[in-house]
């Protein structure tokens, strides 16, 4: 717990440190511990992972990019929306979306995870501490986020190789921000393309009925 809280107050003190950020010493200190509180809360749910929940989506590992590693069993019982993302694309403004997706759904059991990809026009360069600053700054992004992973092709990280062959063409990203929903039983659901927003009726619709669903 200690290297977590560390890891969240020195990426907290990077952000203000920037001279584009203008933010009060009373405004940074109920920050911090907002930042703190949800880091604990992820660290808490991610520790009680279900050893014995390895079926589909359940077998795979993330390694995270504050958290030393997301287990995909952790969730397991709670739909999943995997979105692979990045910092400098076209349709990185939906981060905005997809924090109010999770916002909307986190009570009933939805997990929104994020995985950075650098695999689509070089659109995501930067380091996990510019990643995780720039998501959260910009969007005030608090759903789990995974370390930059590959997320296409034949090195792609095992949870996406296991969705394509699981679930076809329709699982593997194209482009950023593709979609994939994982049920309550780590099976895949649905997908959708980088152009689809996670608040779209599509996904609203897909996502309620994976939360209405019994594990």
């Known amino acids: 717990m200690r290297e977590v809280l560390m890891i969240g107050a020195a990426l907290l003190a990077t952000a203000c440190a920037d001279e584009d950020i203008k933010v009060t010493e009373?405004?940074?200190?109920?920050?911090?511990?907002?930042?703190?509180?949800?880091?604990?809360?992820q660290r808490k749910m991610?520790?009680?992972?279900?050893p014995s929940a390895t079926d589909g989506a359940h077998?795979?590992?993330f390694a995270?990019?504050?958290?030393?590693?997301?287990?995909m069993s952790a969730f397991a019982g709670k739909p999943v929306l995997v979105v692979n993302t990045a910092s400098k694309c076209g349709f990185t403004p939906q981060y905005e979306a997809l924090q109010t997706t999770y916002e909307t759904y986190k009570d009933q059991g939805l997990i929104v995870l994020g995985v950075p990809s650098n695999d689509f026009g070089g659109q995501e360069p930067g380091s996990a501490e510019e990643i995780e600053e720039f998501c959260r700054l910009n969007f005030g992004v608090t759903f789990p986020m995974a370390a930059k992973s590959v997320v296409q092709g034949q090195n792609a990280h095992p949870f996406y190789a296991w969705a394509a062959d699981t679930f076809g063409d329709q699982a593997v990203p194209k482009w950023n921000f593709h979609k994939i929903l994982i049920g309550r039983d780590?099976?895949?659901?649905?997908?959708?393309?980088?152009?689809?927003?996670?608040?779209?009726?599509?996904?609203?619709?897909?996502i309620e009925d994976a939360l209405a669903e019994q594990g």
């Open 26 to 41: 009373a405004e940074a200190a109920p920050d911090s511990q907002a930042v703190l509180d949800n880091l604990e809360e």
């Open 59 to 61: 077998a795979f590992t």
């Open 64 to 71: 995270g990019l504050v958290h030393e590693e997301i287990p």
């Open 46 to 50: 991610l520790e009680a992972r279900d």
């Open 186 to 206: 780590g099976a895949p659901k649905a997908a959708f393309s980088s152009s689809v927003t996670s608040t779209s009726k599509p996904i609203v619709a897909a």
